[in-house]
C-alpha cells in the first residue's frame, strides 16, 4: 500500500469519526467471508426463481439454510425505480467474481434482481473460495478473462490491482457528490489509489465478537464480563457445560488460516492498542516482538481449550467452527467470530438472541475496551462497459443497499440505509459507532507475500505450537521483503 494510505489509515481517530456517522456498520470481511469453492450462478429475470448456492460450496458449510427474509414491496420498488434511472433498455449481461455462497450469495442475486428486472441487464455470477488466484491468474494471462466487476480481497490487494493498471476508475462511473456524501470519507480514503477511486465497500463489519448459546451459558449480553480476566473465570465456572470452552476452525481452501489472523490481531488491538497494531501491518514492528508472540501465544491457550483440537481446527471449515455450540450435548461454550458468521453453518438455522448471541471482545487493558476492529467486502471494477458501469451505480445505491441488510445478516456502508430487520444488527452498529478507536484488518493490509505467509505460519504454529520461535522468525524474513518492494 502506498505511504499515503498507511497514513490516512494509522489516523484511527479520524477513521472512527467517519464510522461514527455510519450507525449501521457491521458484516462480512474484505478478508474471505462466505464457505465456497467455485458456486457459479445466473441470474434469471423476474418470474424465474433465483438460483441457489451451488452444491460444490467447501466442504462441511450448512447443507440448507434458514429461508430468507424477503424485503419489503416497498424498498423492492424504491430499488427498481432508482435502477430505471440508470438505462431501461440496456439489455446485454456483466459478469460479477465475489466470495459469496450460500445465504449471502443469495442476498447479493435478491438485490440485484430489481435491477435486472428494470434494465434487462442479466448478472453471470460466480462465487469461489479461490478469488485472489483467479484474479492474478487472469491479470498475468493479460486481463482478457477478468470480470467485468469483482470483490476485491483486501485493501493491498487493491493497491497492486490498481498499479498494475487493471482497476477501472470508479469516479468516471459513479456520481461522486452523492458517493462521499452517503459513505464514510474512511472507506472513500481506502478505497482511493493515486487520486482515483478504484474501490467501493458494499458493506462493512465489526470484528472481535464472542458468540454463545444463551440456553447453555445465560443471557451474558445484558451484563458482559468487563475484563478479559472476569470472562476467564466465567469459563472457568461453566467447563463442565460443554466438552470444551472454545470452538475454532480454519479451514478455507486456498486461504486456510485466515480464521485464526482475526483472534491473533484481537489480542494485539485489545492488549497494545490502535498504535501498535498499525506499527504491526505496516511492516514498523517485528513479527519476533514480544507483543506478536505474547498474541499468538494468546491464540495458543485458546487452540488448547479448544474443541476437537488442533486437528479438527485446520480440516474444519470456518463456516461451520461453531457448528456444536449447537450439539447436545455442546461441544463448546465460545466462539471468536466476526458478524458475518450468523450466515454461515449451524448459524443460518438458529434464531438470533434465543438460540445465539454475542458479547463484545472482553477489555485485556482497560485503555483499549472500546477498540474495534473492522473490515468489509470491497468491490471494483475490471471492465467498462455500459452495463458493468450502470451496476457499479446500482450496487453503491441507497435503495440496492437497503435490500442488502433486509435479510439480517450484512450492514450497509451506505450512511443512507438505517433501518435494519433486528436489534442484533442494531447492537453491532452501537459497537462500532461507539468506538474510541477503529482500525481496519490487519492481514487484509498487508503486502500479499507476508499475508499469505501469515496464513500458513498460522496453521504450522497450530499443529506444532513448539516451533512458534522459528515460525515468527521466518516471518520477519518475509516482512523484510514484503515491504521493500
Known sequence: MSLVMRATLARAGVFMASFALVASACAASSTPSPAAS???????????????????????????PAPLPSPGSSEIAAAKQYASTLGTNIGGSVTVLAQWSGSEQ?????????????TGVQIKYTGTRDEPTVLQTAIAAGGASLPDIAGIPGPAQMQQFASSGTLQDLSSVIDMNTYQSQ?????????????????????????????YDPKI???????????????????????????APWCLAVESGAA????????????????????VYNQWWQGKLKWTSSQVKTAFQDLGQMVSESYGGANRIVTTNFANAGDPLFSTPP??????????????????????????????????NSQYQNAVEGAGDLFGMFKNTPQSAALM???????????FVAPGEFLSANKGVANYPNPMNQRLAQILSGASSFVFDASDQ?????????????????????????ILSHLDSVQSSAYSQ
Do not use: R
Request: net charge negative.
Open 38 to 64: 467455485s458456486a457459479a450462478a445466473s441470474t434469471a429475470p423476474s418470474g424465474s426463481a433465483a438460483p441457489s448456492a451451488s452444491s460444490s460450496a467447501a466442504a462441511g458449510a450448512s447443507a440448507t
Open 106 to 118: 443469495q442476498q447479493f442475486l435478491q438485490m440485484v434482481q430489481p435491477f435486472i428486472d428494470a
Open 183 to 211: 459513505a464514510p470519507a474512511s472507506l472513500v480514503q481506502l478505497g482511493t489509489v493515486n487520486g482515483k477511486l478504484v474501490g467501493v465497500f458494499l458493506d462493512v463489519s465489526a470484528k472481535g465478537q464472542i458468540w
Open 217 to 243: 451459558v445465560g443471557d451474558l449480553a445484558s451484563n458482559p464480563p468487563a475484563s478479559w480476566t472476569d470472562f476467564q473465570n466465567l469459563i472457568k465456572q461453566d467447563t463442565s457445560k460443554a466438552q
Open 256 to 275: 486456510t488460516g485466515w480464521p485464526a489472523t482475526d483472534v491473533v490481531e484481537t489480542f494485539m488491538l485489545k492488549t497494545y492498542g490502535p498504535d
Open 331 to 364: 461441544g463448546c461454550l465460545f466462539l471468536h467470530e466476526a458478524s458475518f458468521i450468523t450466515g454461515l453453518g449451524a448459524f443460518a438455522n438458529q434464531t438470533k438472541i434465543t438460540d445465539y448471541n454475542f458479547i463484545p471482545f472482553p477489555a485485556i
Open 393 to 403: 451505480k446500482y450496487l453503491v445505491s441507497a435503495q440496492a443497499q437497503a435490500l
Open 446 to 470: 498487508m503486502p500479499t507475500s507476508m499475508q499469505n505467509e501469515f496464513y500458513k505460519g498460522l496453521v504450522n504454529y497450530i499443529q506444532n505450537p513448539s516451533q512458534l520461535d522459528s
